[in-house]
Structure formats: C-alpha cells, structure tokens
C-alpha cells in the first residue's frame, strides 16, 4: 500500500516537470517539421494536467485490485530499477488496459510496442526505437523510420544509442529540476512494452526474436530500463532455459461473476434498471463465456431490447416491472446465447415492408420460400456441390469395395487390368481416410458428378427438351473443362477445400465443407432426390469403375463413360 | 461478295487492330481473372483479320462501323440499367458509412499525432470495425469487379478515402505485409518496402486528410486467405481509434458464411451491417429487358441463340460477363456474316425512325445502296424498305407484348428470361396461331375470348410449348377486379406507344368498368396476334442471328481460352 502511495504524492511534481521540461531535450533527433517538437514527455500517457490517482486506477478495474498493487510493487518506485515482468491472462481480461493505465497513472514514459500491428522483426524494431528517437513519420521524412533496422544485432546498437542520449538528457535536465524543486522528476526509468507476445511464434524468425525480447535485460545492462511483456499464453510456453533471467510472470485470471457484474454496472445511466437486466442474463451467459468483450457485445442489443417496453429509460423499476420485464424479455434469452454473429441490416422502412407483404402474399408456397437457395449458382456448379457433399459423406472404402464385386460384370480386358490399380488405389485411399478423413480426390468426384448428372438428366429432361434440347446434356458431353471451372469456384466459395495432398502421388485431395442444410436447399433447388442418395450411395455406383472414371477425365471429355445407374 | 462474307464471318469482323483491342478491353475488364489468356489470343486474332481487311479493307471498316454503332448502343444501355440497379444499394451504403464515421469519431480525436501506437486510454470501449457485407448473391464473383469499382468510386465522390483491396492482396504467400503494402499504395502512388500502419495514422492525421472516413472495399471476401485477412481485421481494429477505416466486405454465398470462416475473436472486432445487392436473376432480367427487348435495335437473336444463352447461364457459368461476352460474338459474327448491303439498310430504317441520325452511316449506307442498283431492280429495293418497315413495327409490338406479360408475371416470379426464349420461339406462335384460323379480325377477338371457353388454353397447358405464356395468360384471366385494374394501368404505360394495342387495353378498361369486375379477359388473342417471333417475320435475317452452332462453338473455345489457367489449377 506504501508503494502505491508514493507515485500519488508525487504526481504534482511529475506533471510539473513534464511541463518544465519540453524542446531543450532531444529536439535534434527529430526534423519533424510539426506544430510542437516531440519531447520525452510524449512517451507519458494522458492528458498533461490530468490527475488519475491510485483509487481511481483500481476502480476502473473492478476484480483487479490484487494484481494492480502487485504490478504498481514490481514496477517499484521512481527511478528504482525492475525486473522484466510477464504479464499473461485470457483474451479480454484487462492485461494491456490495466498495464497502460497504471503507466498513466505512474506518469512515466512508456514505449510501447504491438507484435499484432508489428507482423514483422524489422517493423517492430523501428517502431520502438522511432518512438525513442521521438521520431515523427510524415511527408516531410516520406513516411520513413528514425532507422532502418533490420537485424537483431542493428536492433541492441540503436537501441543503446537512444536509451543512452535520453537518459543523458534527461539526467542533465532532472539535475536542473532537482536544484530547482525537491528533487523528484518523472524519474530515470523508461518502460519497453510489448504486447500480443504470443504472435511471435509464430514469426519465421519468432525463434530468434523471442529469446533476444527476453534476453535484452541482460544484454543492455541498463538498470533504466523496465521490460513488459504482455501475452494471453502462459510463460511456460515461451522460455525452456535458454540462460536469460526469466520475467517475474503476474496472472490476470478470468473474471469471476462478481466482477462481471461490477465491471458492466459501470457507466450506467440507470444504474437499477441495468442491475435487473444483468440479474437476468448475466448468469446464463457466464456458463458460456466470461470473456467482457463477448458478453458486452451480446448484452447491448439484448439490453434494447429489455428496455423495449419501458417507454422512460429513467424509471427506477420496482418488483413488478422487473417481472413484467423479464416474462416479455425471457423468449429472447436462449436465442442470443446460440448467436455469435449478429449482423444487421440497414434496409429502407419501404422495403422491409415490402418484403413483409410479399411474403404475406405467397403464404402458400412459404415453406417452399424459407429454404430457397438465396444465391445464384450454376446448376452444373450445384451437381457438382452434391457430388462433393455424397464423396465427403460415403466412405470411399464401400465405392471401391463394391466396385470390385461387380467390375467383372463388364468383361473388358482393359478394364481388369485396371482394376488392379484400383486395388492398390483402395489400400491407398483406406490410408489416407485415416489421414484426412472425408477427404475424396477429384476423380472419384467426377466419377460422382457424372453419376449424379445422368440420373438428374431424367426429371430435367422434359424442360431441357422443349428449350430445344441444349440443355443438361451439356453438363455431361459438352464442357468438362467447366466443371473444373466449377470446381476452383467452388473452392474459392469455401464449399469444397482442398488439402492433404499426398506427397508421394502429389495429386491434390479435396473435402465439402458444406453443411447438410446447404445441401438440402441445393439439391432442392435442382430438384435432386438426394436423401434417397445419403448413405445408400454405395449402392448406386456399383457400376461405376475407376477406370472410367480416369477414362471419363477431360482429356477424352466427348464420349461419355458407360455409367449405369441402378435405381 | 457473298463468298467474301461468308469467309470473314468464320473470324471476328474484319477490323483495324485498334479497334480489335477495343472491342476486346470488354473482355479483361469484366473478366479480371482471364487477362492472361485474353492478352495471350489477341496477337492471333490480329493474324487472322489481317488478310481480310486487306483484300476488302472498305467493306470491312463499314462492317466495323455498322457494329459498333449498334453494339455500343446496346452496350451504354446495359450499363445504365445495371448502374440503376446498384444506385440505390450505393446510396444506403453511403448513409451508413456516414452514420458509422459520426459513431467513431469521438474516439478518433485529432490530438498526438506522434504517439505511434494507439493506446485506448478508455479501457470500457472495446474498438469495433464497422463493416458492411454486401452480399453479392452470385457465387461467381466477376461480375462484381465493375461493381465495387463503381462503389468505390461512388463513395470518393462523396469525400470518402477509398482503397480497393482484392483476394489477390490476401494470398497466403505475400501473407499481411502484402496486403498492407497494397492498401497503403491505394493512398500513396509509391510503395514502402517496409508497409505498416502508422505510416498511413500520419498520413491521415497529417495532410488534412482528417476529417473523412478511410473506407478499405474488399471485393471477395470468401476467395481470401483466411489468416491473412483476419490479421488484417485484427490490425485495422487495433488502429481504429486513430484512423477511422470503415470496412466494405463483399460475400458471395451467404450471410454465414463470415461467421464460417473467421475465427471468433476476429468476428469479435466486427460490427456488421448486411447490404445487397440485385441477384443475377434480378440483373439478368434487367439487361435482357433493356438490351433484347425493349431496345428493339438492329441486332437480336434467334430463338435457339437464346436458348443457348439462357442455358449456359442457367447451367455453366451463371456470370452476366459471359452471357454479353457470347451476346457480343453472336453480333460480330451478325455483322461479320450478313450481305452488308441489308445490314445498312436495316442501320437506316433504324436512324430514321429514331430521329437521330448518324450521317456517316446514312452516308455509307446510301453508297453501298447506290452502288447495288446497277444489279439490282428499284423495285426490290422499295420492298425491302417496305419490308423493314414493317419488320420493325411487328418487332415494337412484339417487345411490347412481352414486356406486358412479363409485367403480369412479376408477381409470379416469372423470369423475363425465361419468358423471353418462349416468345422467341416459332413454334409456340405458330401453334397459337393455328388454333385460331378460322377466326379473323381484330375487333371480334375480346367479344369471343370473354365467352370462350378455357379448353384451349388448358390444351396449351398440357402441352409443354408456351407453357409460361399461358400460365401468365390464365393467371391474368383470374385476377381479381383491383389487381386487374392495376395490371391495366401499367400496361396502359407500357404501350402507349404502341397505338394498337394501347387501344385494346382503353376498350378493356372500359369494359371492365362497365361490368364492374365480372369481366374476365383473355389475352391469347393478344399473344396470338401481336406476338409474332422475329423468326417468323418476314426479312428477319437482317437483325436476327440464328447460328447457334457458330455462336456454340466460338464461345466455348472463348471460355476454354480463358478457363485453362483455372482449369489447371485443379490439377496442381
């Protein structure tokens, strides 16, 4: 408590000086050519003149006192020198704010840096040593950095430069202040922050960076320097006794319920109307997340609506309207926890009605309405759809299987000696089920495709025909090149995914990523019967063989395979 | 001559090679993913018009001139209807960027432009990206290049800065410093070679820039890199509180599909407001409506052609691009193929009863015809004039009646486009028409068709020809009296240029006042008479293009041409 006490007497003298010391520090190290140069004072956060005591830090994060005290103690008192210090915890549980305003409050400078915006060694070097340099990017410079650094070994040697010119200049500068005032300026420290430390990793050159970022303290020898490090993983992830004195690691554990609550009934207009909305939601949410960002962006909407029947936000509700409240607010609960996503629409009030009537007006064919396709999609790009969705669903094990059963009924010589090569393909495709499961290569796809499109020939037949007879027909003979066409549009729309290609054949396997649903409409919107098709495919391809399949690739794309279908 | 005509029209039409780059700039520009194999065939398409402009260098440019014309003329109308269908989503996209600026703002204050890291010194605001998905409702994202282009545009005009990002710059290679680099080249000509975001916080705080939305448009949302594009999500959310960017994410497939992708802490940084756009249906209809029916210009297709475009639409491609590409080669080889002697004839009717008119082609026109009288009897010259004349008039009722069913069939959801190849077809007119041919006159038609009886409509219906027309003929006969009313008042608007039937609809109006709703209407008598398919008119080979076979095979070596990069990608 002690500890925390003294930056708070000090706080006046700090601001003083931070006011007293401007342009005579380290003007020449930038030619920015702006409204006020840059001085050391600019690495402290706030406002100048803004008074951000100790309780008003620790009310600001409710749930967070012990780990504030415990950071404001490791950071010591002024111009004492610290040890790095690793500050960790889950996504959204205050680490970077709670690191930031306790330099606002200590009024020291800080230098901070993200490994989210610094995707890159050489970015993140230049950004910390151009906020040391106090160094302005603008048209003047062309947008340039205080230094190009780019190699780890470039990065120590600046940095020690600018550290060095600062702390002279300041040494000097607290010197005068000192004959001036009682002696104590915003001190001799300067803090490096880093944050998002676990992007690092996955840097290609994480592994060299991480250990010179841990193991700068030692290599600078400089007692004005402080370290943060801040990162959602935990240390153990990080240093496996590389030789470095490891960070002094302070864990922000998740909120507890309490806290949520403290931390949402803040800024709140009306505090007891608030209280009841969170007595309601607030439990059923915590068993989801107690992450604040994701309550806080569920909660606002919801809140809304809570608030929908009261016609004055101001009113202190009573025992009666809560209740009121909730029987008209409960439908909506359980929803909103299943929705991650919410998007709005911003459609024009004419429109909305619009479509409100038309959907009044076709009552009869609404069922049919809900579960229309709502995107255009080439019909042979939705066969193909299908096709992928049976290959990812049938295990190709039974295609090939059955295929040996009755691949003898055709007694072709070429054909039995391939199908040899489909023995050995089914051994293959057995391995690799268990590699990538789902996963199907593109000339069982075809194989599928064709298939189906045959069997869809029959129903859409009758309308092709009187168009003139141009019509699905060509999906088959016409244009196989197209149907690979279909295939990257397909890919690109992220219905099917390729990957787990076999390193040996090198040939490329390819997985549906679409969901049953999705598939329905499709095959609705061709009118496809695939529920007579899921499951018992297997038995449908009986006579399809792999060396039509391969026969039937695009390279003899005019003849069609002799594919019969047994229905 | 003939012989001369027939060989250039295996090629596209004889032309000098500027003008070939021209008419293929078309291409490229909507078909961004084909520039390889289009810049790649054009040296060839150079070869083969040489010899050809060569021998007959005069006939040629006509020929070329004759083309354009018309083809520019149909082209500046597809794309102010499509520029009118998307003003409206612009618009509202350009109200909510507003809005959306207004709510970020006061987090974005001008002061400290050298704090380099944006520091949320309010740690109770948790900073969102306000994103619009603007839902693009074709799977196939070529058509929207010009779209988005347009809107990015659109939204400059209005003092927005607006960067266009593509999938290109979120490919897994080039990973975040690639798409960085082409945002910032987006703001500053020149490019950095190390690209970060506080080079683009000083510039916006810097140049007076202050003050306007950044809105970053990216085209495909789904064709990007995933990790690539949530990193630069992540990145643009942690410097929102300095730079207001905006974001603009087009999404092909569905709303869930951001959701399906983007892993959750990213979806967290988003604020998402859902637009869309006209479905390629809805576009479709649209151009088919300004450019093939209502433009009544001297090109139009056969109904086999349009079978084929309805189907390659419908079942392989499903890209407006494609379906103007064919339409495009279906009119050169129009052009390139027909005696040229009636293809300027045609141009002149045309101007004349447009009113304005194009002297050079009047000029042309009147030469070549000049020129052709020394063989030919005036005779025929005056009945082919006359003839023209009349083709035309039967084509204006013809559009008309097509567009007064489509408009009956609106409610219906039925498809212009579909309706469109049933109108075209020869068959479905001739069987109306024999149906009836006994009966004559114009004026006995409604006094009959009120009494008639629906076994002949039902007999249509069985049938499967003309089965769309007939469906909106029956639907039309059961309107209620209110509807009908309406149905009339639109149609009135719609044919009032048409004097025949726009009088038909007055005496129908009439009559339906005057039995107060009793009176049911029937219009085959309508479709029979006035809907007669360019096909069936007399000297319709002057306008009409009926080679499908041509057309088929050109532009399936066309989509081959500029498939086989992407086909060969599924192998690798």
Known sequence: MGKEESPKTTRRTTRSSALATPSKNVVEETKASSSHPPTLSDLVLGEKGESFSADDLLSSFPGRRNQILELLRLLGPQNSPMFPVFVYGGTSTGKTSIVVETFRHLKRPL????????????????????????????????????????????????????????????????????????????????????????????????????PLLFNLYDILKMPEVGLIFISSASPDTYYSNMGYVEPIPLYLPDYTQDDLQKIFMRNQANKKLYS??????????????????????????????????????????????????????????????????????????EVEVKERKGKGGTKKSRDFEVEELDFHMPTSAKYLLIAAFLASRNPATLDSSLFDSTGGSNNRKRKRKLSDKSMEQKETAEQELLLNPGSFPMERLLAIFQCITSVGEGPLDEEEQEDGGLGIQDVNGGLMSDVLLQLSSLCSANFIVTGGSCPLEGSTRYRSTVSEDMALKVARSIKFPLSNWDNTIEHKFQTVSWCQVSAGLPSNNCSKPPIRVTS | MAASSASAGDSPPPSSPDAAQNNLQHFFILHKASEKSTSSGKPRKRLDLCPTKLKEGDEGCLRMEAFQLVWSGIESSIKDVLRNMNAHVFNQIHSWVCDSFGAIKPI???????????????????????????????????????????????????????????????????????????????????????????ILA????????????????????????????????????????????ILIMGVATTLDAPSNILPSNVLKKLCPCKFTLGSPAERMDAVVEAALVRQCSSFAVGHKVAIFLRNYFLNQDGTLTSFLRALKIACVQHFSSEPLRLILGGLLVKEDTKGSQNEKVIKCASQVLCHGRDQMAEQ?????????????????????????????????????????????????????????????????????????????????????????????????????????????????????????????????????????????????????????PIECMHLHEIFCFRNVEKLQSVSIAMAALINIPIAATCYL
Request: aromatic content about 10%.
């Open chain 1, 111 to 210: 230098v901070y840096s993200s490994c989210l915006t610094c995707y890159n060694p050489r970015i993140l070097f230049e950004s910390v040593l151009n906020q040391l340099f106090l160094h302005r990017k603008n048209a003047a410079n062309g947008y340039s950095s205080a230094k190009r650094c780019e190699s780890p070994s470039d990065f120590v040697n600046f940095l020690r430069d600018a550290l060095v010119s600062i702390l002279v200049n300041t040494k000097g500068n607290s010197g005068k202040v000192t004959s001036k005032r009682s002696g104590k300026s915003n001190g001799n420290m300067i803090y490096l922050v880093f944050d998002n430390l676990e992007r690092l990793r996955g840097w290609d050159k994480g592994s060299t960076i991480l």
């Open chain 2, 380 to 532: 025929t010259d005056i009945n082919i004039a006359h003839g023209l004349t009349e083709l035309k008039r039967l084509q204006m009722l013809w559009s008309t009646v097509v567009l007064c069913l489509y408009e009956a069939g609106k409610c219906d959801k039925v498809q212009l486009l579909d309706l469109f190849c049933e109108a075209l077809d020869p068959d479905v007119y001739n069987s109306f028409a024999s149906d009836n041919d006994n009966r004559t006159g114009l004026g006995k038609k409604f006094v009959t068709s009120l009494s008639n009886d629906h076994c002949m409509l039902e007999q249509h219906l069985s049938s499967r020809k003309g089965r769309l027309i007939c469906q909106v003929v029956c639907k039309v006969r059961d309107l209620p009296a209110a509807l009908l009313c309406q149905l009339l008042k639109s149609w009135e608007v719609l044919t009032v240029n048409v004097l025949e039937i726009h009088d038909m609809i007055k005496e129908l109006q009439s009559l339906l006042k005057f039995e107060e709703g009793s009176c049911k209407p029937d219009l085959t008598d309508i479709s029979k008479y006035f809907m007669m």
């Open chain 2, 202 to 245: 000083s510039w916006y705080s810097q140049h007076g820039n202050y003050g306007s939305p950044v809105v970053v448009i990216i085209d495909d949302m789904e064709r990007c890199s995933i990790p690539v594009l949530s990193d630069f999500i992540l990145m643009l959310s942690e410097w929102v509180v300095k730079i207001p960017v």
């Open chain 1, 276 to 349: 009841s909305f969170l007595s309601v939601v607030l439990r059923p949410f915590c068993r989801i997340t107690r992450r604040v960002d994701e309550l806080s962006s569920a909660f606002s909407p919801l809140f809304t609506k809570y608030c929908e029947p009261i016609t004055d936000l101001n009113v202190v509700p009573n025992k009666e309207t809560n209740q009121r409240l909730y029987n008209f607010f409960r439908p909506h609960i359980a929803p909103a926890l299943n929705e991650t996503f919410k998007v709005s629409s911003q459609q024009s009030p």
């Open chain 2, 108 to 198: 974005a204050p001008f002061s400290s432009p050298l704090g380099p890291f944006p520091i949320v010194t309010h740690a109770t605001c948790c900073a969102q990206l306000f994103t619009a998905l603007l839902l693009t409702k074709n799977m196939e994202s070529v058509d929207d290049f010009s779209t988005f282009q347009e809107l990015g545009l659109c939204l400059k005009s209005h003092g927005c800065h607006v960067a266009s990002l593509s999938s290109l710059d979120f490919s897994p290679k080039n990973g975040i410093a690639g798409s960085l680099s082409s945002l910032l080249r987006q703001f500053f000509i020149r490019s950095f070679d190390a690209a970060d975001m506080s």
